[in-house]
Nanobody
Framework: QAQLKESGGGMVQAGGSLRLSCTAS????????MGWYRQAPGKQRELVAT???????NYADSVKGRFTISRDNAKKTVYLQMNSLKPEDTAVYYC????????????????WGQGTQVTVSS
C-alpha cells in the first residue's frame, strides 16, 4: 500500500503566499498524475491543479496565474506554490496521486492524502 502525506498549510493574510508539499511513501512502483484538490465548507471538492509524470500541468481557472504545481519524481513529491492568495482560496487542500503498486497484483490505484487546512483572512 501507499500513503500520501501533505504539509505546508496554515493561515495567511490576503495577498500572501503558501507552499504545500505532498510526499508519497510505501510500496510504490510508479506514480503518474499527481495533483491538488480543495474543498471549502459546504462545497464539493474541486480540482486545483494536476501534473502528469510526463506532460503539461492543468489548472482551475480560478487559480491560473497565481498557483504553480511542480513535482520532484525522485522524491515522489508534488508541490503547490500559492501566491496572491484570496479569502475564497480558504479550504482543505487534498493531495491526489495515481500510484502503481505491486500487490496483490501490479495495478494502478488512486490515493488521497488526509488534507491540510489553508485559511486566508481578508
Amino acid at each position: 500500500q501507499a500513503q500520501l502525506k501533505e504539509s505546508g498549510g496554515g493561515m495567511v493574510q490576503a495577498g500572501g503566499s503558501l507552499r504545500l508539499s505532498c510526499t508519497a511513501s510505501g510500496n510504490i512502483l510508479d506514480i503518474n498524475v499527481m495533483g491538488w484538490y480543495r474543498q471549502a465548507p459546504g462545497k464539493q471538492r474541486e480540482l486545483v491543479a494536476t501534473l502528469p509524470r510526463a506532460g503539461m500541468s492543468n489548472y482551475a481557472d480560478s487559480v491560473k496565474g497565481r498557483f504553480t504545481i511542480s513535482r520532484d519524481n525522485a522524491k515522489k513529491t508534488v508541490y503547490l506554490q500559492m501566491n496572491s492568495l484570496k479569502p475564497e482560496d480558504t479550504a482543505v487542500y487534498y493531495c491526489n496521486a495515481d500510484v502503481q503498486v505491486p500487490v496483490p497484483v501490479t495495478m494502478w490505484i488512486e490515493y488521497w492524502g488526509q488534507g491540510t487546512q489553508v485559511t486566508v483572512s481578508s
